[in-house]
Nanobody, 118 residues
Framework: QVQLVESGGGLVQAGGSLRLSCTAS????????FDWYRQAPGNQRTLVAT???????QYVDSVKGRFTISRDNAKNTLYLQMDRLKPEDAAVYYC????????????WGQGTQVTVAS
């Protein structure tokens, strides 16, 4: 089964930047969806940014202009560059993938904590 491993979380001051990475154990070429979600305490897990196999990229409104998602299929890795971080961005960030190589199952990483100090 495909495994996803996130890294890059941590503590940052408001206005600062972090770069998250998610590396898959298998080729990501067939991932139809390769995304970042986040979950704050007491809240549901929600989509932050997504890439599709066809190259479509979308963001939730609250991060547009501040976050940049990118995928490097040659390295089996998904990135999330987060700039101008706000306290409300604090959450556990999860990588998600779904596609032919996952058997169309939803695969999740273990999550990485992002804390933003005001």
């Amino acid at each position: 089964q495909v495994q996803l491993v996130e890294s890059g979380g941590g503590l940052v001051q408001a206005g600062g930047s972090l770069r998250l990475s998610c590396t898959a154990s298998e080729s990501t070429f067939s991932f139809s969806a390769f995304d970042w979600y986040r979950q704050a305490p007491g809240n549901q897990r929600t989509l932050v940014a997504t890439t599709t196999g066809g190259g479509i990229i979308q963001y939730v409104d609250s991060v547009k202009g501040r976050f940049t998602i990118s995928r490097d299929n040659a390295k089996n890795t998904l990135y999330l560059q987060m700039d101008r971080l706000k306290p409300e961005d604090a959450a556990v960030y999860y990588c998600h993938a779904r596609g032919l190589s996952t058997g169309w199952q939803h695969i999740w990483g273990q999550g990485t904590q992002v804390t933003v100090a005001s």
